[in-house]
């Protein structure tokens, strides 16, 4: 299949191309950029003009839910609603049930996912054996499975002396370890940020210190070992500025922040909205502006989904009896381009947050549009809007924040290694 | 911030979830409301026929006496009929869900659920949910809200002291986890009290609860100095030893109220309990059982309270 995109305005933020050009792909890969290149015939020519064509997004957190809760959501409505996010490459946390502690698992998970050819996905792999937090997993064997990293998820690791010897460990075989900085202790039972809004309505605090103090413990363990870690979803205002001293220092940390985190505060629980009851949970005002702030500057390398599908009865419940979680992969880039709005950022600057950086963290070599490259393409209508409706969405998870809004931007095409994998009609 | 969800479009109560937000002048319809009933609990017959025929449900999904009771003879004097459930008991445990629960009940032919539950919001919740003519009474979900304990301190208040924008009022205790404090202090703030003040160690405070219009003390002199009103906390047997205190007798010394301790307070000074008391822990039994205390009155102002909120509600007033 060759396929020639005509007339996009094509943004690569790996290069920083932002300019009218056509796209010519042939055999999964961009073959032309530009011109097109010599005996080049499109079987397809998909006019774009208005349109903008960016790498497909990169997202370093979704949960697809298999194996083991697929009442929640499956693989196949996931993925689906990946290629509907514009969504090409996602990394896929361990907390499944069981838990991505074994080769097999890990093989099962990418096969299927071949099978249904609508996103790459990158396991992330066990760090503990069922994410007990006692015993390493094999992550060695694990990385030739096609583990990228690995990780605990949402599950405690609260013997220090084991997170050690796992960065000790990872370290030997220069495997990147991605943790969520949180203090199982001083989070213990909480289902809210601590501060004025918990106090109100009266649910359990999380202290800001349950991530920092969890944080300056897994900076000091690099320090010591030399390991590589990425810290996923920040959400104080002193982790922030934690993580900006010790790359200052030269810690090779890297880190992101989720669309919720980035663009939601505690104020938007109103009154016990289930919808914003997520983890980490929504911090104050201060917080949200400095994880934007930090975003744009580079602190925060990525922006990810944090998708994650909950039932409807899991949420419809009090609010400290719900499950945390919310759906994401369709709305990540309508909620980075209305943080570009926000932030004042050239659209080539805050795609990158969600294409080529997530990329290199994840060390893949896409989210970029060059000759040469996997055709892994976005196609995107900068004018129009997403309403987020629990029809518009093909995430089995309907529950969202954003439920109602409607958001700028809308994916009109998405191709992965070539061939299409979504394709939205009129308006 | 969203609307208020028990109000309606014309600011008229649908339900009673939490203090917050309720206008001035709907706490003192309420309050004068209740005035009226208390006549009626003085009464040799003590009914009137305001509820005839509704069916009320008491949902608790934590143990209560008190708080059950007074709301079952409230709607009795009303001359509704009264369902009890203790939930917590009986199909909770069995695994059908909250919704469910409240479903099957209201195909019962509920008009009212007076909902108790140990998660905050949870009043809220089954508000949202339940069909339009029904209406759900708030009694205390988790540390959030308990708005008729709220109401009737302040009618006791207004009852001994008149009005409340010249008194000092000092509550002390366990705020942190007390769906009465918040309500408390929303109904003292709403009604104009210029000097709230809460007394109690760090361990038992909200972050940022300066927010809410109070005052923050941690000791029992400066706290309770020339106050009119010293409302005190229940402080839960399960929080005397570990990480919050180090010991019931600790907590007593430096917080317990005493006859030594209340004389900071003004020579006329009321003193209030929710109710249970754990004499000897927050409250010295020569205070509970002395002059000041208007403890037992709370008891019996309650029950008009609520027979005025539940009025209301059904689009009733006064007797």
Redesign the interface.
């Known amino acids: 299949m060759k396929i020639h995109i005509k007339g996009a305005r094509v943004i690569d933020p790996a290069s920083g191309f932002d300019g009218v050009a056509d796209l010519f792909i042939a055999a999964g890969h961009i073959v032309g950029l530009g011109a097109a290149p010599e005996g080049f015939h499109a079987n397809r020519v998909i006019e774009a003009t208005g349109l903008v064509a960016c790498p497909g997004l990169v997202d370093l957190s979704a949960r697809l839910r298999e194996p083991g809760f697929e009442y929640k959501a499956t693989l196949e409505s996931e993925l689906q609603a990946a290629a509907a996010g514009g969504v090409t490459s996602l990394a896929c946390p361990p907390d499944t049930d069981p838990p991505l502690d074994e080769p097999g698992l890990i093989e099962m998970l990418r096969y299927r996912a071949r099978s249904l050819n609508l996103a790459r996905v990158h396991p992330l792999g066990a760090l503990t054996q069922k994410l007990a937090g006692e015993r390493l997993a094999e992550m060695a064997v694990l990385r030739e499975a096609g583990c990228v990293a690995f990780s605990q998820a949402e599950a405690p690791l609260t013997d220090t002396q084991v997170l050690l010897r796992a960065m000790e460990y990872a370290a030997t075989f220069d495997l990147p370890i991605w943790l969520r900085p949180q203090d199982p202790h001083l989070a213990r039972d909480g289902v809210a940020h601590?501060?004025?809004v918990?106090?109100?309505?009266?649910?359990?605090?999380i202290?800001a210190c349950a991530e920092t103090v969890a944080l300056s413990t897994i900076l000091l363990l690099v320090r010591a070992t030399g390991a590589r870690v990425h810290l996923c979803r920040l959400s104080t205002r002193q982790g922030v500025e934690m993580v900006r001293r010790a790359r200052h220092d030269g810690l090779p940390v890297t880190c992101d922040v989720s669309i919720h985190h980035l663009h939601l505060c505690d104020?938007d629980i109103?009154?016990?909205?289930t919808h914003c009851r997520l983890t980490p949970p929504l911090r104050g005002r201060e917080d949200r502006a400095a994880l934007a702030a930090g975003l744009k500057e580079g602190t925060i390398d990525a922006l990810c989904s944090d998708h994650t599908p909950v039932d409807d009865?899991a949420k419809?419940?009090?609010?400290?009896?719900a499950e945390p979680g919310a759906t994401g992969l369709e709305l990540l880039l309508p909620l980075t381009l209305r943080w570009a709005q926000e932030a004042g950022l050239p659209l080539v600057e805050a795609l990158a947050r969600v294409t080529s950086i997530p990329a290199r963290i994840l060390g893949i070599p896409h989210g970029r549009l060059a000759v040469g490259a996997a055709a892994d393409i976005c196609l995107f209508d900068p004018e129009g809007t997403t309403r987020v409706t629990p029809q518009s969405l093909r995430s089995q998870g309907k529950n969202t924040p954003f439920l109602g809004q409607t958001l700028p931007g809308r994916v009109r095409m998405t191709l992965m290694d070539g061939h299409v994998v979504f394709e939205q009609g009129g308006p | 911030m969203a609307p208020n969800p028990q109000l309606d479009e014309n600011g008229r109560l649908r339900h009673l979830l939490t203090i917050e937000g309720l206008p001035a002048e709907l706490i003192h319809t309420i309050l004068d409301t209740a005035e009226s009933f208390v006549g009626v609990n003085e009464r040799e017959v003590k009914k009137v026929p305001l509820l005839r025929g509704k069916a009320i449900f008491n949902l608790f999904f934590e143990p209560s006496t008190r708080t059950r009771t007074t709301f079952e003879i409230a709607a009795k004097r009303l001359s509704a009929d009264v369902v009890n459930l203790n939930i917590g008991t009986s199909s909770q445990t069995k695994g059908e869900t909250l919704l469910d629960t409240v479903d099957n009940l209201a195909a019962m032919g509920a008009d009212m659920f007076v909902v108790r539950h140990p998660e905050s919001g949870a009043a809220h919740f089954i508000a949202r949910h339940v069909a339009p003519h029904i209406r759900v009474i708030n009694a205390g979900d988790g540390r959030h809200a308990h708005p008729t304990q709220g109401l009737l301190d302040v009618f006791t208040i207004r009852r001994y002291k008149g009005d409340f924008r010249e008194l000092s009022i000092a509550i002390v205790g366990d705020i942190l986890h007390s769906r009465v404090a918040r309500s408390e202090i929303h109904a003292l703030r709403i009604l104009g009290v210029p000097d709230l003040r809460v007394v109690a160690p760090r361990t038992l405070l909200p972050k940022g609860v300066e927010e809410l219009g109070v005052t923050v003390f941690h000791d029992m002199a400066r706290g309770l100095k020339n106050v009119d009103v010293v409302m005190m906390l229940r402080l839960q047997n399960e929080r005397m030893r570990g990480p919050l205190l180090p010991s019931a007798g600790e907590y007593f010394k430096h917080y317990g109220l005493t006859p030594e301790k209340l004389k900071a307070a003004k020579p006329d000074a009321i003193v209030m309990h929710p109710g249970p008391m754990n004499r000897g822990v927050e409250i010295d039994s020569s205070v509970a059982d002395g002059r000041q205390a208007v403890i037992l009155p709370q008891v019996t102002f309650g029950i008009a309270v609520r027979m005025a909120v539940m009025s209301l509600l059904a689009g009733g007033g006064g007797a």
């Open positions: 601590d501060g004025a918990a106090s109100r309505l009266g649910l359990r605090a202290p104020e109103g009154w016990f909205d009865d419809q419940l009090p609010f400290g009896e």
